[in-house]
């Protein structure tokens, strides 16, 4: 899916004149649901927001060009990121029982030297999937191509790929492609760590300056209460932007990938964020982590 602008007034420096905040999150339900209150003006105190619709693998490549001021990518784009961007403390997706699948159209494919797909080389889910894989498969997995992640099911299916890495609705979906579970990227990081599944999180740019930093979150968790509270107010807004999805479907998503770490990672949530970015780090996935790099 290709990005979707909800205003075009837009300085040359990549801010709105007045205050206003670009932002760019996904049209998934999670993301609307947390953000409706705040984006439209239902949080006070709450800068405006200028916001736009973006897939993942769009908003990851946005946050290593250094583009707008808020952002959800996947945590596992944070050690390319976090000299230019903080992460929030809320705000963004981890839990538990809510990982990145793969689907194959037989059950138990041998994954090794096959074609698979996933939603972003830079996403969370693959670097999950990579995790479990160096465990898993042995020989190694063949091509890897990137798609939307709503192409995923469609591929597989239909035998362009031998198997595809989904995520979000896809957990609640997939049979009706016909396809089988062949393995849950959750329940592999679960069992290996104990510790909850960072999926994806919400950063800001550091030049914005701490106090503002700290008053983005609590807007966040502010909009994100006010949408528990009161989940009527945000129903059309995530029907508007769900894909067609089915209402019920929609529900199951927000149950999923909205819960207590979405108010406050808290310290089992950023061991979470430590662990998999220091675990991937010692194997070669992704640059070390300063220190202090996911201090806000």
Same mark, same amino acid.
């Given at each position: 899916?290709?990005?979707?602008?909800?205003?075009?007034?837009?300085?040359?420096? %990549?801010?709105?004149?007045? %205050?206003?905040?670009?932002?760019?999150?996904?049209?998934?339900?999670?993301?609307?649901?947390?953000?409706?209150?705040?984006?439209?003006?239902?949080?006070?105190?709450?800068?405006?927001?200028?916001?736009?619709?973006? !897939?993942?693998?769009?908003?990851?490549?946005?946050?290593?060009?250094?583009?707008?001021?808020?952002?959800?990518? &996947?945590?596992?784009?944070?050690?390319?990121?976090? *000299?230019?961007?903080?992460?929030?403390?809320?705000?963004?997706?981890?839990?538990?029982?809510? %990982?990145? $699948?793969?689907?194959?159209?037989?059950?138990?494919?041998?994954?090794?030297?096959?074609?698979?797909?996933?939603? &972003?080389?830079?996403?969370?889910?693959?670097?999950?999937?990579?995790?479990?894989?160096?465990? *898993?498969?042995?020989?190694?997995?063949?091509?890897?191509?990137?798609?939307?992640?709503?192409?995923?099911?469609?591929?597989?299916? !239909?035998?362009?790929?031998?198997?595809?890495?989904?995520?979000?609705?896809?957990?609640?979906?997939?049979?009706?492609?016909?396809?089988?579970?062949?393995? !849950?990227?959750?329940?592999?990081?679960?069992?290996?760590?104990?510790?909850?599944?960072?999926?994806?999180?919400?950063?800001?740019?550091? &030049?914005?300056?701490?106090?503002?930093?700290?008053?983005?979150?609590?807007?966040?968790?502010?909009?994100?209460?006010?949408?528990?509270?009161?989940?009527?107010?945000?129903?059309?807004?995530?029907?508007?932007?769900? *894909?067609?999805?089915?209402?019920?479907?929609?529900?199951?998503?927000?149950?999923?990938?909205?819960?207590?770490?979405?108010?406050?990672?808290?310290? &089992?949530?950023?061991?979470?964020?430590? %662990?998999?970015?220091?675990?991937?780090?010692?194997?070669? $996935?992704?640059?070390? $982590?300063?220190?202090?790099?996911?201090?806000?």
């Amino acid at each position: 899916m290709g990005e979707e602008r909800m205003t075009t007034d837009q300085a040359a420096d %990549g801010q709105v004149p007045g %205050g206003t905040l670009r932002i760019a999150y996904s049209p998934c339900p999670n993301d609307t649901f947390v953000f409706h209150a705040w984006a439209h003006g239902l949080v006070e105190g709450a800068p405006p927001l200028d916001v736009t619709f973006a !897939d993942i693998d769009i908003t990851n490549g946005m946050a290593e060009r250094g583009e707008l001021d808020v952002l959800k990518v &996947s945590y596992a784009v944070l050690p390319w990121v976090l *000299q230019e961007y903080a992460l929030l403390p809320c705000g963004g997706a981890l839990g538990r029982g809510c %990982g990145p $699948l793969v689907l194959t159209r037989e059950p138990g494919t041998d994954l090794s030297g096959r074609t698979v797909a996933v939603p &972003s080389e830079r996403s969370t889910a693959y670097l999950l999937f990579r995790l479990w894989a160096a465990d *898993q498969v042995p020989g190694g997995v063949g091509e890897v191509v990137v798609m939307p992640f709503h192409e995923i099911m469609p591929a597989v299916r !239909d035998g362009r790929v031998d198997a595809g890495l989904v995520i979000h609705e896809a957990r609640f979906t997939y049979q009706q492609y016909g396809l089988h579970k062949l393995a !849950d990227m959750g329940e592999h990081w679960e069992a290996t760590t104990g510790l909850p599944i960072p999926l994806g999180a919400i950063i800001a740019k550091r &030049s914005l300056g701490k106090e503002r930093l700290h008053a983005l979150a609590d807007a966040a968790r502010a909009s994100v209460r006010r949408a528990w509270d009161e989940p009527e107010l945000s129903r059309g807004y995530v029907l508007e932007h769900s *894909q067609e999805m089915d209402p019920h479907v929609a529900d199951q998503h927000i149950a999923l990938y909205v819960n207590e770490f979405t108010a406050d990672l808290g310290e &089992s949530g950023y061991a979470a964020v430590r %662990g998999l970015l220091t675990r991937a780090a010692a194997e070669g $996935l992704v640059p070390p $982590l300063a220190p202090d790099a996911l201090a806000f």
